[in-house]
């Protein structure tokens, strides 16, 4: 769970807030002061709670890479090119800070620092009177702020943390960026948070990765399939369909060996788009691709429409939009969704004879907003696509980042984001071969209304059985779905076994897996394990991995040689990528239903080791971010000491799981 600006006490501290005023300029003016606007909500609340400094700091363009290609291109086409007035029109934040002002007006007093950099400001900042802004040059100014090395990434972030006590990014733009002013300066100032802005982006798109509120509909387009590879797959493991749209729309439609005439398909990644299609069927999501077409025989604005009623394309004509067969099924779907993302138009917008289908589509999303849907636009085009035609206040969200919401929708972690996270706790409960349908119905109903106001993340993994009824019961609340267990083999001949796919169709988010009792009574090896996991997080599940040592080889000495063995048997061929999917639970054997609990200490000592293993494998970030779970015998009057220790991210609760005045102070732990 990100921290958020209002959760710190501003009162009298110096503070350092990352913004994204990379705003386009023409010779020296705003032409659009979107994402300064944006910014405004955490600017006046950080002032209004009485900071006594507020220091401002953005890249603008990027002065070396853009001016090498201006002056390129002005060689090119024989004009002259004078580099302080075209960085002085492009790049220099001062006018920035002049726009800003007046969109503060009384609220506050903005000065620029000085166009000689972002070092040594100090005593400029300090010598501020409380409320002013104070907005430092381009961060692209020092080629440390984009350095690939961390000695020249920290050089200037230990400067920036000079000016404040606490960091707020509010930069979602820039926020999968691994800048100095972006995330390396988190290591330097003593407390960071997200701003406004920031936690808006993140409660809106977070989800649609992480567990969206279904049916989750999914409209990509855009012109290239290439550059949506990850947010397709991504996207496939919770949408019940997949509209593809834009040009990308002509590379499948190729792959599935339809005519595609001039249109732009890239040929090189036509089995790419087959195996998008393979994985869709797999995961039981529809794929909508366009049925009919308008095209034109050139691109350009004023090419003469012609329809083409068929899916398959004329030779001569290249497909622009798409036609009124496509649009009646895009109707169908969408009316259907509960959830909706969109990124990237479905046909060639700009040009006025070609934006019905683009249009259309924004009208849909807009009316399906009106119906309680959520919807939310990312990606520069089709944000371009819903201001164009007016809609953009009709969306419950339109995202201010293009590369930043399409790296979190393919469930990537962006380094701006993950730096303002505080400590994110999961609690899980266990429901193990317990409660019929009604009762555990009983259960998740209670603990939907107890744990509303929780601010940790939670999960109930009932019996198979109990899986549908408890699913229902969950949608759209806090709460995720879990399994006890899962077959190591797609399908087949395995009686009394349950798969992944049949536990996708049923909702599951998270599975259990190598659990003690899996483990000791029904016999599971560590290569068994090691397979489920691998098989369950290729279906996209979240996997909890069990591990723990048993009374015996406790008193032998022997928990860290098995912690580490079941942790590296068990994640063996696990990818860096595929491990932000999985927790650790440390369930030491004879904890487990026996009422006896490892002290915190004793606890601890194993989590840091476990930690030090995951460390050896993966490195330090993935150590840092990976939530271990302590599992034995958690109750409401332990779970806040075992909590309250530096490695412990959260618990597996077995029989304080099954009611819910049990649970529910465990789950609120405070
Ligand atoms: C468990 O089943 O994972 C567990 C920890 O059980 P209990 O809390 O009952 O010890």
Request: glycine share 8%; charged share 25%; aromatic share 6%.
């Amino acid at each position: 769970m990100v921290k958020t600006v209002n959760t710190v006490d501003l009162k009298d501290k110096r503070v350092i807030m990352r913004v994204d005023f990379n705003v386009p300029m023409k010779d020296g003016v705003v032409q659009d002061d979107t994402r300064i606007r944006a910014a405004i909500p955490t600017i006046k609340y950080i002032l209004a709670q009485g900071a006594k400094s507020l220091t401002l700091m953005s890249h603008l363009g990027d002065p070396a890479k853009d001016s090498e290609k201006a002056k390129a291109k002005a060689l090119k086409d024989g004009k002259s090119f004078n580099l302080t007035s075209y960085i002085k029109g492009k790049h220099r934040m001062a006018p920035v800070a002049a726009h800003l002002q007046k969109k503060l007006g009384k609220a506050a007093n903005v000065v620029f620092a000085g166009e000689d950099g972002c070092y040594n400001k100090k005593n400029f900042i300090d010598s501020q009177k409380p409320g002013t802004v104070i907005m430092l040059e381009n961060t692209r100014f020092h080629k440390e702020e984009t350095a690939k090395n961390a000695k020249d990434l920290d050089k200037l972030a230990k400067a920036l943390a000079e000016y404040g006590d606490i960091f707020v990014n509010d930069a979602f733009g820039t926020a999968h960026r691994d800048h100095a002013s972006t995330a390396s300066i988190a290591k330097f100032v003593p407390v960071s948070v997200a701003g406004f802005l920031m936690e808006k982006e993140i409660k809106y798109l977070e989800p649609i990765v992480t567990n969206p509120v279904k049916p989750l509909v999914a409209i990509i387009g855009g012109a290239k399939v290439s550059s949506k590879i990850a947010v397709l797959e991504s996207l496939l493991k919770n949408a019940s369909a997949l509209v593809i749209g834009g040009a990308m729309a002509y590379t499948f439609l190729k792959a599935q060996g339809k005519k595609t005439g001039k249109s732009l398909v890239e040929d090189d990644q036509i089995d790419t788009a087959r195996k998008i299609l393979e994985a869709a069927k797999k995961a039981g999501a529809e794929i909508v691709l366009p049925l009919d077409h308008v095209g034109a025989e050139k691109f350009d604005a004023a090419a003469k429409p012609v329809k083409v009623a068929s899916v398959n394309i004329p030779d001569r004509l290249i497909g622009m939009d798409v036609g009124p067969k496509t649009i009646a099924r895009y109707r169908q779907v969408i009316s259907k969704a509960k959830t909706i993302v969109w990124n990237g138009p479905v046909g060639v917008f700009e040009f006025n004879a070609f934006a019905k289908g683009t249009e259309v589509v924004a009208k849909l999303v807009a009316a399906a907003t009106a119906k309680g849907c959520i919807t939310v636009v990312g990606g520069g085009d089709s944000v371009a696509a819903v201001n164009k035609f007016g809609l953009a206040s009709k969306m419950s969200h339109v995202s201010t980042g293009g590369g930043a919401s399409l790296e979190l929708l393919e469930g990537r972690k962006l380094p701006g984001i993950e730096v303002t996270r505080g400590r994110d706790y999961f609690i899980a409960g266990n429901w193990k071969m317990h409660k019929t349908r009604k009762e555990a119905a009983d259960l998740a109903n209670a603990l939907v209304k107890s744990l509303k106001t929780g601010k940790h993340k939670y999960l109930v993994a009932p019996t198979f059985t109990a899986l549908e009824t408890v699913g229902g019961i969950l949608k759209g609340s806090n709460i995720l779905l879990g399994a006890q267990n899962c077959a190591a083999e797609e399908q087949g001949a395995h009686t009394g076994e349950v798969s992944a796919l049949q536990l996708k169709d049923l909702g599951v988010n998270v599975i259990i897996l190598g659990h003690s009792e899996r483990r000791h009574v029904y016999k599971e090896s560590d290569a068994l394990i090691n397979k489920k996991v691998k098989l369950a997080l290729s279906h996209g599940f979240e996997v909890i991995l069990c591990i723990g040592e048993t009374l015996e080889e406790r008193e032998k000495g022997k928990v860290e040689a098995v912690c580490k063995s079941q942790t590296e048997k068990g994640l063996k061929s696990v990818s860096p990528e595929a491990l932000s999917n999985v927790t650790i639970a440390y369930e030491p054997v004879w904890a487990i239903g026996t009422g006896k609990t490892a002290t915190p200490d004793d606890a601890q000592a194993v989590h840091k080791f476990v930690r030090a293993v995951i460390k050896k494998l993966y490195g330090s970030l993935a150590a840092k971010r990976i939530v271990i779970q302590y599992g034995g015998s958690v109750n409401p009057g332990n779970a806040a000491q075992l909590m309250a220790m530096e490695d412990i991210d959260g618990a597996l609760v077995g029989g304080a799981s099954l009611k819910p005045e049990l649970f529910t102070p465990i789950a609120k732990f405070s």
